[in-house]
């Protein structure tokens, strides 16, 4: 049975950073394509950054670029997303997906399948 399990949200005032975990199972990691999805408070889903199979190129949305940073380890099947510099329109549920990039908007169909999400909030 495929598994993602995420952590790592909470509350963070602007400029702080977070580290989000992405914790897999069922699959062969190594070899997978790997995204970050988010969903803020009353809209639909954004894609954030993926991470490609063997080759581990990244990938990043250009609202997240120079500030997340998508990485894994795969002796610990994990999967993490750094992020710095948080903004409060960062302020989302962070969902782990299983699969690559696919639109900017997806839809939970794009994806093979996703973990429960964490929630981040940037506030003052």
């Known amino acids: 049975e495929v598994q993602l399990v995420e952590s790592g949200g909470g509350l963070v005032q602007p400029g702080g950073s977070l580290r989000l975990s992405c914790v897999v199972s069922g699959f062969t990691f190594g070899d997978s394509a790997m995204s970050w999805v988010r969903q803020a408070p009353g809209k639909g889903l954004e894609w954030v950054s993926s991470?490609?199979?063997?080759?581990?190129?990244?990938f990043y949305s250009d609202s997240v670029k120079g500030r997340f940073t998508i990485s894994t380890d795969n002796a610990k099947n994990t999967m993490y997303l750094q992020m710095n510099s948080l903004k409060s329109e960062d302020t989302a549920v962070y969902y782990c997906?299983?699969?690559?990039?696919?639109?900017?908007?997806?839809?939970?169909?794009?994806?093979?399948?996703w973990g429960q999400g964490t929630q981040v909030a940037v506030s003052s």
């Open positions: 991470i490609y199979g063997y080759s581990r190129n990244t």
């Open positions: 997906a299983k699969g690559d990039y696919k639109n900017h908007y997806p839809s939970r169909d794009d994806y093979d399948a």
